[in-house]
């Protein structure tokens, strides 16, 4: 059974920084990709960035792109999002995302994605 389980969420004051991490059932290499989404209220599922789970490679939207950084843990099975410089406007529930297959790449869009995490909430006030 496919798992993934998001942690890291918090309370955070603007500039801040935090660490999302996603743990994911089985091996790293068992997915095409993860990704990460955020919904905020009112709001639909927005995807943030994406990582290739056998190449490595990164791509991000452009409203995170410099603040925010996805990286893997191989060993860990494990996929990351640093966020930096958080603005109120990225207060979100995040989630987390594994795709299958490869049939489209790079992948931003919710229904690309198989399984998905529980989310962790993330709140950037001061």
């Known amino acids: 059974q496919v798992q993934l389980v998001e942690s890291g969420g918090g309370l955070v004051q603007p500039g801040g920084s935090l660490r999302l991490s996603c743990a994911v059932s089985g091996s790293i290499y068992d997915y095409f990709a993860i990704a990460w989404f955020r919904q905020a209220p009112g709001k639909e599922r927005e995807g943030l960035s994406c990582i290739g789970s056998h190449d490595g490679s990164r791509y991000y939207v452009d409203s995170v792109q410099g603040r925010f950084t996805i990286s893997r843990d191989k060993a860990k099975n494990t996929v990351y999002l640093q966020m930096n410089s958080l603005k109120p406007e990225d207060t979100a529930v995040y989630y987390c995302?594994?795709?299958?297959?490869?049939?489209?790449?790079?992948?931003?869009?919710?229904?690309?994605?198989?399984?998905w995490g529980q989310g962790t909430q993330v709140t950037v006030s001061s």
């Open positions: 995302a594994a795709k299958m297959e490869g049939t489209s790449w790079p992948a931003f869009m919710e229904s690309e994605y198989d399984y």
